[in-house]
């Protein structure tokens, strides 16, 4: 059966808890197996029967909303998705200077072209945007948490909802979870 893994946007901040251990239990008791996950933020390995991201990612949302009472964007890949991403992201060079750190922006969708373009032309010191089908390279030489490039920006300039994660994190899962 086919291999997904999910990314749950917006869990277990400002307020929106959600263990992990509750989420494990919800979906296997909603028909996945093999469940897993990985830290707190909301990254999972799910089996299903299912075999469309698209499918996944509806019934993860919907299940894990409706116990957690809010709803939940799930975003999935397979397995093979995500290495491929990461070594994708390994062939990009670095071209900030002094950059500190990259992160992925996973997307539900692929952006327009033109939306793309627009948050490719992003022109803040320290900052970077490259747009990879469904997923967004984010570099920064600054301070994550000082950037002006977030989620919610990322998001109005793409029309489309996504969940960043550190490269670390997408490295381990990689090579804990993809093929």
Same mark, same amino acid.
């Given at each position: 059966?086919?291999?997904h ?21 919800v979906l296997?008791d909603?028909g996945f ?15 299903s029967p299912m ?7 509806q019934v ?7 116990h957690?009472?809010y709803d939940i964007v *799930?975003?999935a890949r397979s397995?093979? +998705?995500l290495?491929?991403?990461v070594?994708t992201?390994?062939?990009?060079? =670095?071209s !900030? /200077?002094?950059e ?14 033109a939306? *793309? ?5 992003? +022109? ?6 490259l747009v990879?089908?469904?997923? =967004?390279? !984010? /570099? ?12 919610p920006?990322?998001e ?14 997408v490295?381990a ?5 993809g093929?």
């Open positions: 059966m086919p291999r893994v999910v990314f749950l946007r917006a869990v277990n901040v400002g307020g929106r808890k959600l263990t992990m251990a509750d989420a494990r239990k296997e909603n197996s093999e469940v897993e996950s990985h830290i707190q933020t909301g990254n999972f390995l799910v089996v075999r469309t991201s698209a499918k996944v990612e993860v949302g919907e299940v894990l909303g409706e957690a009472g *799930a975003i397995p093979g +998705d290495t491929s991403l070594e992201v390994d062939a990009v060079p =670095v !900030l /200077e002094g500190q750190s990259r992160y992925v922006s996973f997307c539900t969708k692929a952006p327009t072209a939306r *793309a373009a627009e948050l490719e032309a992003w +022109d803040t010191p320290g900052e970077r945007a990879m089908g469904k997923d =967004v390279l !984010l /570099e920064f030489a600054l301070a994550f948490h000082t950037a002006k490039l977030t989620g920006r990322i109005k300039v793409l029309g489309v909802p996504g969940t960043a994660r550190n490269m670390t994190v490295r899962l990689a090579q804990k979870w093929t």
